[in-house]
């Protein structure tokens, strides 16, 4: 059955809850459980509930209503909200979440992260599978700095924890809330929690959420970057007096349209008549297609699964001492078809096939009096996952792009460099046999035109090939913290974790449809004479793509984006342990009962990661990588305050990191490795404020400034990716009575600094490796801000609600990322941001929430 038609059943149990008695229906109010006495949020961040003014280090933490307010469904937008965490979402199988300064996104199977995202106390961390749906939410916090005695091994410069609304036995309680925006976008949250005794309830949320494409299909069909998402979750509560059972189970499917890589090099044509269609500007409409030939014709987009269950039980055995027991299980599966090189010809298509299992469980005894608090457990982490990356080339065009002759190099007179030929040109072997004589010139070798004509008549129109990467770990973490009161203003604490990972690392590669043509071309050339000589005559022999290797055709299964492994496919395998510390150490004083100061200095480790990648010559073994730990010492001090009767609650921090073996991606021909840069350092402040003047207005604002930087090496001097040097957020909510209804005005500004997408940020010097130098500096995203606004009216009790809203009010224009995978070939590609989205939404509530 549809999971669609299983979301909208949910609205049955909605129309049940209309029936119940008026008092159960007044309007939905903070849940109690995540407030203290005075109506202040309660935070879990240190593994106790506390407020959030007495832990000591940087924390944002938002309530599930701050984040309705606001209209924060995702997680990118989440981080426009929150100094020094950024979210970059190309698709929800390719986000990047990067904590000041720090960026976490890849998808290798080997690979760890850096900033830990967790989901009601379980890791869901992994990139392809970490970015979820924000819906019927309880809160998020973000923990800055390295959090790693708290949150885990992944926690090297921070952490996100999504605290989802669990079942409440106590209160019934139902909502629904339908959208509709232009792009022809619609959204429909439901939420029911059904109390079924005093101590048993269960509550079912759901999402379905859909939207055209906003950047224009110059081909026909879909429209670029069109999201569509489907998620449902359901929950169990227990509690039978001294224990708390949570059963909780999330599912969710996304089915995106493809992701706008777009050249800006090149102007978009029509691939048969090679008219232009289009223009290079960055947010414009792209001309892209993936060949029938590829994937079984799968066409460009994302199509992703995403499941887990999780128990979460608490139990206390008196007032002081309590334990705390979570069990998951987890798999994500997605694969994504993209146009990597950003253009109409087929040069190269590419796709990501990842998929993953995860188990965790924790358990953890904690103590607390009025003058310690302390806890200690261990943590088992078990994850298998594998990165399935096909390729498949235009060998004809991707001679042409290594040539720069995509306009046909003089063929077609008059044709501006800009604009690619039709794709009639590049079957032409008298054009293509010029071409190849052209690169064998610039290694010193000349070519008859019979034997280069000949070698183009072989040249592939579709050649394909494939990597695959595999991890397998197992961890075992052990942790322990404690906090005392060495007087009633003073606060002292200290963790420590010790982590072991086994970790298993596998890889093949392999041509899919034969020998690469080209690849063997450009391989052959840099051969002794001899060598090369037999090699260019064996290429030049009709058929030569297919022909088997054997004594009588000695010539090696050439790869063109990777060579193959072992027997064309062969499996390379490899172990490693590593066992590591974490700790950290903090001190707060309390200058009075509403401010706080605090200093902290915390180790954060990455463990050692055993990198793989494709042999260097044909028919060779997988070449094995241990990467040293990542490691990082962080410095920071702050003060948090709550002033004006606790109605202005105002904090700010300073901080200071040193890194050693700070890992970063460079590009090595045709294929991107993850090396070891030596040294960096970040230093910065950030700041946020949240003051309630009067009941009517509300208003929360934000600041971060962060100067990271690498410290060693070819970098030295370069800001980290996706790095912002400043950001900053405000909003502010007026909620005015008028008559029988409310009405309320949420006007939101957003604003960041220039970032770059690349470690080497986009500087030619540091692209001399590339298969094709890349000279200009343009990858880069120069500052902008974004202004939403949301007006809405809804009745004295809150039970009905309607509201408009707009996103980017001012349609302001803007990337997301550049360069990818189209850099291999010196074709970055560019995506674009959302335009200005607008439209009207209702709503209803019944009971407490």
Do not use: C
């Not at 990139?127 to 959090?147: C, H, I, N, T």
């Not at 460099?417 to 010029?434: E, H, I, V």
């Not at 590591?580 to 100061?597: C, D, H, M």
């Not at 970098?715 to 909510?733: I, T």
């Amino acid at each position: 059955m549809s999971i669609r038609y299983a979301l909208l059943a949910l609205a049955s149990p909605i129309a049940l809850l209309a029936a119940t008695d008026a008092a159960a229906q007044e309007a939905a109010q903070p849940e109690a459980a995540t407030q203290s006495e005075g109506g202040e949020i309660v935070v879990t961040a240190q593994l106790v509930e506390q407020k959030p003014m007495d832990v000591p280090f940087a924390l944002t933490a938002l309530q599930g209503q701050f984040l309705d307010d606001l209209g924060i469904t995702e997680f990118d937008r989440l981080g426009q909200f929150i100094p020094g965490f950024d979210v970059q979402n190309q698709s929800p199988n390719n986000p990047g979440f990067v904590m000041r300064g720090i960026t976490s996104d890849s998808g290798a199977a080997y690979n760890e992260p850096r900033v830990s995202v967790f989901q009601d106390g379980v890791s869901i961390s992994k990139s392809r599978g970490s970015y979820v749906e924000l819906f019927d939410m309880e809160r998020v916090e973000v923990a800055k700095g390295p959090q790693s005695t708290l949150y885990g091994r992944g926690a090297l410069i921070g952490a996100v924890n999504l605290v989802q609304a669990k079942a409440d036995p106590k209160n019934a309680y139902g909502y629904v809330y339908g959208q509709y925006s232009n792009f022809n976008g619609y959204r429909i949250d439901q939420t029911v929690n059904l109390p079924l005794s005093d101590d048993l309830a269960i509550r079912v949320a759901s999402r379905i959420k859909e939207r055209d494409g906003f950047v224009t299909n110059l081909l026909g069909g879909d429209d670029f970057n069109g999201i569509k998402s489907e998620a449902v979750r359901g929950s169990l509560r227990w509690a039978p007096g001294a224990l708390t059972f949570d059963l909780i189970g999330n599912y969710q499917h996304d089915k995106a349209t493809g992701t706008s890589f777009k050249s800006i090099a090149y102007n978009p044509t029509n691939p048969t008549t090679g008219a232009v269609i289009g223009d290079r500007g960055r947010n414009s409409g792209a001309a892209l297609a993936s060949p029938s030939s590829f994937e079984r014709g799968r066409p460009l987009g994302l199509d992703r699964d995403v499941w887990g269950v999780t128990g979460i039980a608490n139990y206390d055995f008196s007032p002081n001492l309590s334990l705390n027991a979570i069990g998951s299980y987890r798999e994500f599966a997605g694969i994504e078809i993209f146009d990597a090189d950003g253009i109409s010809l087929p040069a190269l298509t590419a796709a990501e096939d990842a998929q993953g299992d995860q188990t965790m469980g924790t358990l953890r005894l904690t103590w607390k009096n009025d003058r310690m608090t302390a806890f200690f457990g261990g943590t088992y982490f078990r994850e298998n996952g594998f990165q399935r990356a096909p390729s498949q080339f235009d060998e004809r065009v991707a001679l042409a792009r290594l040539t720069n002759t995509l306009n046909g190099g003089g063929a077609i007179p008059g044709r501006a460099a800009s604009d690619p030929a039709p794709l009639a040109l590049f079957s032409n072997t008298a054009f293509t046999g010029q071409l190849l004589q052209g690169v064998a010139g610039a290694y010193g070798v000349a070519l008859p035109t019979a034997q280069v004509q000949a070698i183009a008549a072989n040249l592939k129109s579709a050649h394909q090939e494939t990597t695959t990467n595999y991890g397998r770990t197992e961890s075992w973490d052990l942790f322990g913290d404690v906090s005392f009161n060495v007087t009633e203003r003073l606060e002292l604490g200290a963790g420590l974790r010790w982590s072991h990972d086994a970790k298993t690392t596998g890889f093949s590669s392999a041509v899919s449809n034969g020998r690469s043509i080209l690849g063997g071309f450009i391989g052959a050339l840099g051969q002794p004479a001899a060598t090369r000589t037999a090699l260019l005559g064996a290429l030049a022999v009709p058929g030569a793509a297919n022909i088997p290797t054997s004594a009588l055709y000695p010539v090696p299964l050439f790869g063109l984006g990777a060579q193959p492994t072992g027997t064309n496919g062969q499996l390379y395998s490899a172990d490693h342990n590593d066992s590591g510390f974490t700790w950290r150490a903090v001190a707060k004083y309390e200058l009075s009962p509403e401010a706080n100061i605090y200093a902290n200095y915390a180790r954060g480790r990455r463990p050692e990661i055993l990198a793989v990648g494709a042999p260097s010559a044909p028919g060779g073994a997988a070449r094995f990588n241990v990467l040293p730990s990542e490691t990082v010492d962080s410095y920071e001090a702050g003060v948090k305050t709550a002033l004006a009767n606790r109605t202005l609650f105002i904090d700010g921090s300073v901080f200071y990191y040193r890194y050693s073996n700070f890992q970063t991606t460079e590009q090595q021909g045709t294929t991107f490795v993850t090396i070891n840069a030596g040294r960096a350092e970040s230093y910065g402040f950030e700041g946020q404020v949240n003051w309630r003047p009067a009941d009517w207005v509300n208003l929360f604002g934000s600041y971060a400034y962060n100067h990271s930087r690498f410290s060693a090496g070819a970098r030295e001097g370069n800001r980290f990716r996706l790095s912002p040097d400043h950001s900053a957020a405000v909003a502010v909510q007026f909620k005015v009575p008028a008559g029988p209804v409310k009405i309320d005005f949420t006007p939101s500004l957003t604003w960041q600094s220039k970032v770059f997408f690349d470690d080497d940020n986009d500087l030619p010097a540091l692209q001399v490796n590339n298969l094709v130098p890349d000279l200009v500096q343009d990858e880069v995203q120069g500052s902008y801000a974004l202004v939403d606004a949301r007006l809405g009216f809804e009745t004295d009790n809150g039970r009905w609600r309607i509201e408009g809203f707009v996103t980017n009010a001012f349609n302001q224009k803007y990337i997301k990322d550049a360069g990818n995978t189209g850099d291999a070939l010196g074709m970055p590609t560019f995506i674009a941001g959302e335009p200005r989205i607008y439209g009207i939404a209702a709503s209803l509530k019944l009971g407490t929430r």
